[in-house]
């Protein structure tokens, strides 16, 4: 017999799952020298989006990525966090099929998504983030079409 809490639903994000767990750094050079070069995981892409406001370089663990998110103008949201909590998990990607599908199904799920509207993502994803009280302050991101 299972437990009472070990039962499963069906999601109206309709998520497939991890994409990537990505790490706020104040300079992409400096992580890849732990990242790469110490741990050994290789870049995959590296390209600077929304903008010219971040540079998301990507390293490959296996399933899911590991996005440096590095800030490259002062007005984005990204050097006030960077001051406060410092360099690391900044937080969780899931894949979508649809970023608007999905989001309808956040909202219907009491997961209201963050502001801004979707940004743009690597390799041609668009992405959305969702505000962190419902979620037990873990950040969330949906990424897909």
Not at 38 to 44: A, S
Not at 62 to 84: M, R
Not at 116 to 136: I, V
């Amino acid at each position: 017999m299972q437990p009472p809490f070990v039962h499963r639903t069906l999601s109206p994000v309709h998520h497939q799952g991890l994409d990537h767990f990505a790490s706020a750094v104040p300079s992409t050079n400096d992580a890849l020298k732990i990242w790469r070069d110490k741990l050994g995981f290789p870049v995959i892409c590296s390209e600077v989006v929304n903008d010219g406001g971040v540079r998301l370089t990507h390293l490959e663990l296996g399933n899911p990525h590991l996005p440096l998110v590095e800030p490259l103008t002062p007005d984005h949201p990204l050097p006030a966090w960077l001051l406060k909590n410092g360099p690391g998990l900044h937080h969780v990607g899931f894949r979508v099929d649809n970023v608007d599908t999905s989001y309808t199904g956040l909202i219907a799920a009491g997961l209201a998504p963050a502001t801004p509207p979707p940004h743009q993502g690597t390799q041609g994803k668009r992405a959305r983030f969702l505000t962190t009280a419902p979620t037990q302050g873990v950040q969330v991101e949906i990424t897909g079409k």
